[in-house]
Nanobody, 117 residues
Framework: HVQLVESGGGLVQPGGSLRLSCAVSGTIFSIYTMGWYRQALGKQRELVATIINSGSTNYVDSVKGRFTISRDNAKNTVYLQMNSLKPDDTAVYYC???????????WGQGTQVTVSS
């Protein structure tokens, strides 16, 4: 049974920064491609960043140059550094495998990010 625990969200002004963390347990974390997803109110969940086990990364165009995904396989943790935040980044952020079916439907509670002045 995979468990995912996200943390680090909060309220930040436009242009600010946040660092999200996600602790993963119950699986061999290091072998999976991991991703950060977000779901804004009334919208579908979208994948915004991925990192493979070797460390190569990929980003959706809307966050390129502003977000950085990283992982610590020794700590079973994946991170998302978010800089130059915009109101459109407001959403609940989740981590999961890419694709999430690999974790058999497990999702964490997410962490709320609100960008507002």
């Amino acid at each position: 049974h995979v468990q995912l625990v996200e943390s680090g969200g909060g309220l930040v002004q436009p242009g600010g920064s946040l660092r999200l963390s996600c602790a993963v347990s119950g699986t061999i974390f290091s072998i999976y491609t991991m991703g950060w997803y977000r779901q804004a109110l009334g919208k579908q969940r979208e994948l915004v960043a991925t990192i493979i086990n070797s460390g190569s990364t990929n980003y959706v165009d809307s966050v390129k140059g502003r977000f950085t995904i990283s992982r610590d396989n020794a700590k079973n943790t994946v991170y998302l550094q978010m800089n130059s935040l915009k109101p459109d980044d407001t959403a609940v952020y989740y981590c999961n495998a890419d694709p999430p079916d690999l974790f058999l439907g497990s999702w964490g509670q997410g962490t709320q990010v609100t960008v507002s002045s």
